[in-house]
Structures are given as structure tokens and as C-alpha cells.
């Protein structure tokens, strides 16, 4: 059973930093995608960052300069470093993955159950 497992949420003043983590554990033939979401209180979901496999990476605007993701394939983790954070990135960052647990299996969606972020101004 895939589970995917997010560390490193936290309170920070604006402008510091925090880096998130997600490891995913179980069995996996293969991991096409590992991204970060997040979600503010009333709002949607929203993509943050993505990494593919190639490796390629996407961000949101809101993030760009500010936010870095990177993958340690061999032990499927994504990481997540946030810097000069700002009160309007304070939400619950979500971890999800697009792989293939076996072969025979399509690919699809994984979610980590959430961390905290909270930046105070």
C-alpha cells in the first residue's frame, strides 16, 4: 500500500524559511510526477510546484523565485524550499505523487494527508 508522508510544516515570521519533505513508502514500480499543493482556508487546492521525472519542473506564479523543488529519486522524496515566505503562503501543503504501484497497475493520483504552514507578518 502506497502512502505518501509530509514533514517539516511549521510557524515562521515573514521572510524566513521552512523545507518540506514527503517520502513515499510502499509498493511502487514507478513515479511518473511528485508535486506539493496547498490550501488556504475558503480556497481551492491549488499546484504550488511539480517535478517530473525527466526532470522537468513547473510553479505557481505566486511561488516563482521564492519556492524551490527538487526529487531524491532513489528514495522517492520530493523536497520543497520555501524562502522569503509571505502571511498569503500560510495554508495546509499537500503532497502528491502520480505513479504506478506495480506493472500490471495504471497510474494514478497519491496524497499525503497534509502539513501545516503558517507565516505570521
Known amino acids: 500500500q502506497v502512502q505518501l508522508v509530509e514533514s517539516g510544516g511549521g510557524l515562521v515570521q515573514a521572510g524566513g524559511s521552512l523545507r518540506l519533505s514527503c517520502a513515499a513508502s510502499g509498493t511502487i514500480f514507478r513515479i511518473n510526477a511528485m508535486g506539493w499543493y496547498r490550501q488556504a482556508p475558503g480556497k481551492q487546492r491549488e499546484l504550488v510546484a511539480s517535478i517530473t521525472s525527466r526532470p522537468s519542473t513547473n510553479y505557481a506564479d505566486s511561488v516563482k523565485g521564492r519556492f524551490t523543488i527538487s526529487r531524491d529519486y532513489p528514495k522517492n522524496t520530493v523536497y520543497l524550499q520555501m524562502n522569503s515566505l509571505e502571511p498569503e503562503d500560510t495554508a495546509v501543503y499537500y503532497c502528491?505523487?502520480?505513479?504506478?504501484?506495480?506493472?500490471?497497475?495504471?497510474?494514478?493520483?497519491?496524497w499525503g494527508r497534509g502539513t501545516q504552514v503558517t507565516v505570521s507578518s
Open positions: 502528491a505523487a502520480n505513479l504506478a504501484p506495480d506493472y500490471s497497475t495504471p497510474e494514478r493520483d497519491y
